[in-house]
């Protein structure tokens, strides 16, 4: 257990960004799911209106420092790529 003053706050403050953290992770992966089941049930109109707003959360993940700036263009290039393959075959 922390014994100092500071090392006291350094636990709050890590306690309140795993929160934020948790919140955030949460919430992308939730749309990135719901992006994917439109998908999965041959919905393309549906996943096409989720595509940019998957991205903005997977933007705000990177921005806020959850995930990595090269994690977040990797998952949103492959998520546009499954967009893009599913539109193709759907024609």
Known sequence: MAI??????RAR????KT???????SNM????KK???SLANGNIEEARSL???VVKRIDMAASKGT???NTANRKKSKLAIRLN???ASQQ
Do not use: C
């Not at 100092?4 to 706050?9: H, P, Q």
């Open 51 to 53: 595509y940019p707003l």
């Open 4 to 9: 100092s003053r500071s090392s006291l706050k």
């Open 29 to 32: 992966r939730t749309m990135i």
């Open 85 to 87: 393959k599913a539109a």
């Open 35 to 37: 992006f994917e089941n």
């Open 13 to 16: 403050i890590i306690k309140a």
């Open 67 to 69: 995930i990595h700036k």
């Open 19 to 25: 929160l934020r953290n948790k919140m955030v992770m």
